[in-house]
């Protein structure tokens, strides 16, 4: 089988995110995964509270997120995040369908942002960060047409802050999106395989 890596070392994932390691592994990239364990949602407060913009917030997330991971791994360790804007406020996950339902029916027949960094650790060192901005339009939807996208999709809509997933049917719910597809998917691909290649990312032979 044929991998790409950096001198056949597997680049580390520090995310949980299923959507993310089947972005990797349709890239070929040779990769493990290894989640941080951070308290993300009280530095996010923290964070806002001191003053932080979005951008950094977001930046500052997966800086800690590749740190925390790089301090038991040597080699590449790569941490992402990415954050829902919108009216000027960051939105978190809903608890529940019922908060879905309402996060959908504020987010109908408007603009929102996500706003996605990744950060690379090389050896404990911080040497790379990307940070991109994707907008999107929803349609105005029926009462009706929520209630089917939460009937079909209940999974997607309370593990996002947009209660939606673009590649799981929401599709659907949008007129028109501003950004690579690799960003609103929560890994900004082509920028990462660049960087990736300046250090020598080569064909390897696995199995």
Same mark, same amino acid.
């Given at each position: 089988?044929?991998?790409w890596?950096?001198?056949?070392? #597997?680049?580390?994932?520090?995310s949980?995110?299923?959507t993310r390691?089947r !972005?990797?592994d349709?890239a070929k =990239?040779?990769?493990?995964?290894v989640?941080?364990?951070i308290?993300e949602e009280?530095i996010?407060?923290?964070?806002? *509270?001191?003053?932080f913009s ?8 997966a800086? =800690?997120k @590749?740190e925390a991971?790089?301090?038991?791994n040597?080699?590449y360790v790569?941490?992402c995040d *990415?954050i829902?804007?919108?009216?000027? *406020?960051?939105?978190?996950? #809903?608890?529940n369908?019922a908060?879905a339902? @309402?996060?959908l029916?504020a987010?109908q027949g408007?603009?929102?942002?996500l706003?996605? @960094?990744?950060?690379?650790?090389h050896d *404990? ?10 907008t999107l !339009?929803?349609?105005t939807?029926?009462e009706a047409?929520?209630?089917n996208?939460? @009937?079909g999709? #209940?999974?997607?809509?309370?593990s996002?802050?947009?209660a939606?997933q673009?590649?799981m049917?929401g599709a ?5 999106i ?5 960003d609103?998917l929560? =890994?900004p691909?082509?920028?990462? =395989?660049?960087?990736?290649?300046e250090r020598g990312?080569?064909v390897?032979?696995?199995?």
């Amino acid at each position: 089988m044929i991998k790409w890596s950096l001198s056949g070392q #597997p680049l580390i994932l520090a995310s949980a995110s299923p959507t993310r390691a089947r !972005m990797l592994d349709a890239a070929k =990239l040779l990769f493990e995964i290894v989640p941080a364990d951070i308290d993300e949602e009280g530095i996010k407060y923290s964070a806002l *509270q001191n003053g932080f913009s979005f951008e950094d917030l977001v930046i500052f997330l997966a800086e =800690l997120k @590749a740190e925390a991971v790089s301090q038991q791994n040597i080699g590449y360790v790569l941490g992402c995040d *990415q954050i829902l804007v919108f009216a000027k *406020q960051l939105l978190s996950k #809903p608890k529940n369908l019922a908060e879905a339902r @309402a996060r959908l029916l504020a987010l109908q027949g408007r603009k929102h942002v996500l706003i996605t @960094a990744c950060v690379l650790f090389h050896d *404990q060192k911080r040497i790379w960060h990307h940070l991109s901005t994707s907008t999107l !339009m929803m349609r105005t939807l029926s009462e009706a047409e929520i209630d089917n996208y939460i @009937a079909g999709f #209940p999974e997607a809509c309370v593990s996002t802050p947009g209660a939606y997933q673009v590649e799981m049917g929401g599709a659907h719910l949008f007129t028109d999106i501003t950004g690579s597809n690799y960003d609103i998917l929560g =890994l900004p691909m082509l920028p990462l =395989l660049a960087f990736l290649r300046e250090r020598g990312l080569t064909v390897t032979k696995t199995g």
